[in-house]
Every structure is written in structure tokens, then in C-alpha cells.
């Protein structure tokens, strides 16, 4: 059975899986991966105090080598309604172009791959698919608590395709080779609240706050490398919740992101952070969250397949590239090589998100050519 992958894209965005919601999304893929013989296990999540995710795991053939296709058919809301020319989740067509929410991020690259795989001929070894339908959201019990269950159950891959949308204006033109880590902080300095007419009896925050900001954002983190560009510290909001003009308050705080490279490490960073605000000095409360580490697979066997068959279908020299944000790309990395490839990112969390229909064929061939070459090996 060949699979339209302009028709599998319709009917997923048809499923409005705003994160945590599942809308039956995993049930249209399950039911098409069922019918191309995949096996199909449904994995449900769960943990205190976040919502419940359905995910969903497919594989077909049980031998190596073990390719594996990484993605999610989570979507953020639309936003205002009336601002789409179509409707977000009717999955409508002009000109050549789809539109609809989830369109590039990420359910189009996922129709893609199923439709190459269903013109696929039999191939030693196996496929499969990991779906997550908490990509959007916190994270939690999606990809991480799938590869767990999946090393549990001697499931792992060999290789992995993360399908995110990769390229900048055609596809073919980026591969992602890597991400940048991703740490969140809120600083918290405390003081002691008084009047502004008698500064001695009270303790004012907000300047050594200023302080432990300024040393932070001035602090060079490094200059890149090679693969990865100057890691930087963003503050993102500072708030001191006081709306008297006469009041010193008892509390300031900001928060702020660092995006950084494979030159730097989560516990060398936290020290960093420590450090600066200790030599400010005072009381103060530092909460640090990380969202993921840097990571970077190294060019190679995988990067050359998927450049390989780029070319071979396009013509195009990809860039191997460690640019944007993070994926879950930076959980699998933990298990096997993993590099990221699939749609155009243009349009992805806007308005009138949308794909070309003519860039949904090419992903396919491109998907295609890459299973072809590798199995064939």
C-alpha cells in the first residue's frame, strides 16, 4: 500500500493535538503503520503534577541494523483564529501549498517518512518509529521515558533521524549535526522592605541584583568553535512586583537563559553562576533548570547517508549545522547517533503555518534514498 504523504499530512492536522492532547493523531498513524505490517505499542506516561501522554512506538522486522525515525505529533495552539486564511487544523490546499497547524512542525516530515517506507521494498534488518506527543510541552513523559522502556525491552536503535524541520529555504539545504544546551535560572535577591525616606532601616535588593546581572551578562562564556556558535546568557525579565514609589521592597528577581555550546558544561556553568552571585554578596535564592545538554555528533557514517542521499535526490550540498533551539534530539543522543533532517522552518508556530506540497515529495524521495542506502549496506 502506497501511502500519499500529502494525505496522511491532511488528516494528522485534522487531529488538533495542541500539546498535551492527542486528538487521535496516534491512532491515524498507528492504524497506517498497522496496515504496512509495524508493530504497534502504545506507551502511556504519567507523573505528578503533569498531564498524561499517550506516545507511540512502532517497529517492523526485529534484525539489525535498527533505523529508527524520531518525532512528535504534538502542535502548539493556533493563537487568534481569525488571523488564519484557512482554518488551523482543517488541513486546506492552494496553489500547491498546505496550510494548518503542524503542517512543518512536525506532522508533514512524519507523513514523509511513512511514505517512503511504504515504497520500500523488503530490507534485512529493522524500522521503527518513535512518536511522542510531549515534545511541545514539558518533556517529561514522552521521548525521555520512551527510550527507557525501549533499552528496557532491548529496542534500541542503531541510528535515529530526529524529523524536525531543519532547512532554512530549500529542502536540503541544513542537516542538524548538533543543538546547544539550554539552561533556565531564576535569581531571587532578598532584602528587607522599609520606607525610601529611612534607607538604614532597610536593606534594598534590587541594586545588588543589578550587580550580579551586570557581572553575568558581561562575563564572556567562550567564542565558539568549529561546529557551534558564542554561547550567551539572555536575561529575559526582571521583576520586582512593587508598585508604591515610596516603598524599598524585600524582594528582587530575574530570570535568564543561557544557550550554550559543547566548549562549556552544566556543572561548570552552575558554578559560574554561584560564583558571581557570591562575590556580589548578600542573601539571595538561585533556582536553575536544565532544559538539555550540549551535544554534537561528530560528522560520519550518518551525517555522510543523509548528505548522500540529499544530493543524490537534489543536487544540493547540505550544511551541517548546530544552529536554532533543541529537540529531542538531546535525549536520544544518550542511546545512539542521532542527527536531525526533515521540512522548511519558515512558517512553524505562526500563523498560516503551511508546507509545500511539492517539498512533502521531495522529503519523501529524500527518505527514501537515505533507508535505500542504508539497508543497503
Known amino acids: 500500500?502506497?501511502?500519499?504523504?500529502?494525505?496522511?499530512t491532511k488528516e494528522l492536522v485534522r487531529c488538533p493535538s495542541v500539546t498535551p492532547s492527542d486528538a487521535g493523531a496516534l491512532d491515524v498513524l498507528q492504524e497506517v503503520l498497522t496496515s504496512l505490517g509495524f508493530s504497534c505499542t502504545r506507551l502511556a506516561f504519567s507523573e505528578q503534577g503533569?498531564?498524561?501522554?499517550?506516545?507511540?512506538?512502532?517497529?517492523?522486522?526485529?534484525?539489525?541494523?535498527?533505523?529508527?525515525?524520531?518525532?512528535?505529533?504534538d502542535v502548539v495552539p493556533a493563537g487568534a483564529l481569525d488571523d488564519w486564511d484557512f482554518g488551523?487544523?482543517?488541513?486546506?490546499v492552494s496553489d500547491g501549498v498546505l496550510y494548518g497547524r503542524g503542517t512543518s512542525d512536525m506532522k508533514g516530515g512524519i507523513a514523509a517518512f511513512i511514505a517512503a517506507i511504504s515504497s520500500l521494498n523488503d530490507v534485512e534488518g529493522s524500522i521503527s518509529l518513535l512518536i511522542t506527543g510531549d515534545e511541545e510541552g514539558p518533556?517529561?513523559?514522552?521521548?525521555?521515558?520512551?527510550?527507557?522502556?525501549?533499552?528496557?525491552?532491548?529496542?534500541?536503535?542503531?541510528?535515529c533521524i530526529v524529523g524536525e524541520p531543519t532547512n532554512v529555504d530549500d529542502i536540503g539545504d541544513m542537516v542538524k549535526i548538533g543543538r546547544r544546551g539550554s539552561i533556565n535560572a531564576t535569581l531571587t535577591v532578598h532584602g528587607r522592605q522599609g520606607h525610601v525616606a529611612y534607607p538604614h532601616l532597610a536593606d534594598n535588593p534590587v541594586p545588588r541584583l543589578i550587580k550580579m546581572l551586570a557581572k553575568l551578562n558581561a562575563h564572556e562564556l567562550d567564542i565558539g568553535n568549529e561546529f557551534f556558535q558564542p554561547s550567551n546568557l539572555e536575561i529575559v525579565t526582571v521583576d520586582v512586583g512593587n508598585e508604591a514609589s515610596n516603598v524599598i521592597p524585600m524582594d528582587a528577581s530575574a530570570k535568564f537563559n543561557i544557550r550554550f555550546n559543547n566548549e562549556q558544561s552544566i556543572d561548570g556553568l552552575k558554578k559560574l553562576i554561584g560564583d558571581i552571585c557570591e562575590d556580589v554578596g548578600g542573601e539571595y535564592s538561585l533556582d536553575i533548570n536544565v532544559s538539555g545538554d550540549a551535544f554534537l555528533t561528530p560528522q560520519g557514517p550518518l551525517s555522510?547517508?543523509?548528505?548522500?542521499?540529499?544530493?543524490?535526490?537534489?543536487?544540493?550540498?547540505a550544511e551541517l549545522s548546530?544552529?536554532?533551539?533543541?529537540?529531542?534530539?538531546?535525549?536520544?543522543?544518550?542511546?545512539?547517533?542521532?542527527?536531525?533532517?526533515?521540512?522548511?522552518?519558515?512558517?512553524?508556530?505562526k500563523v498560516n503555518e503551511c508546507v509545500r506540497i511539492d517539498d512533502l515529495l521531495t522529503l519523501r524521495d529524500i527518505y527514501l534514498m537515505m533507508l535505500k542506502n542504508y539497508f543497503a549496506k
Not at 498531564?51 to 512528535?72: K, M, Q, T, V, W
Not at 488551523?88 to 486546506?92: M, Q
Not at 548546530?322 to 519558515?346: H, Q
Request: glycine share 10%.
Open 1 to 8: 500500500m502506497l501511502v500519499d504523504p500529502t494525505e496522511l
Open 50 to 73: 503533569t498531564a498524561d501522554i499517550d506516545n507511540l512506538y512502532a517497529r517492523l522486522g526485529e534484525g539489525s541494523p535498527h533505523f529508527c525515525y524520531a518525532g512528535h505529533t
Open 88 to 92: 488551523p487544523f482543517d488541513g486546506s
Open 139 to 159: 518533556a517529561i513523559n514522552g521521548t525521555v521515558k520512551m527510550l527507557k522502556w525501549l533499552e528496557q525491552n532491548n529496542q534500541l536503535p542503531d541510528v
Open 304 to 317: 555522510e547517508l543523509i548528505a548522500g542521499a540529499i544530493k543524490q535526490v537534489t543536487g544540493r550540498e
Open 322 to 349: 548546530t544552529s536554532g533551539g533543541t529537540s529531542d534530539a538531546r535525549f536520544i543522543k544518550n542511546y545512539c547517533p542521532v542527527i536531525e533532517f526533515g521540512l522548511i522552518n519558515k512558517t512553524i508556530h
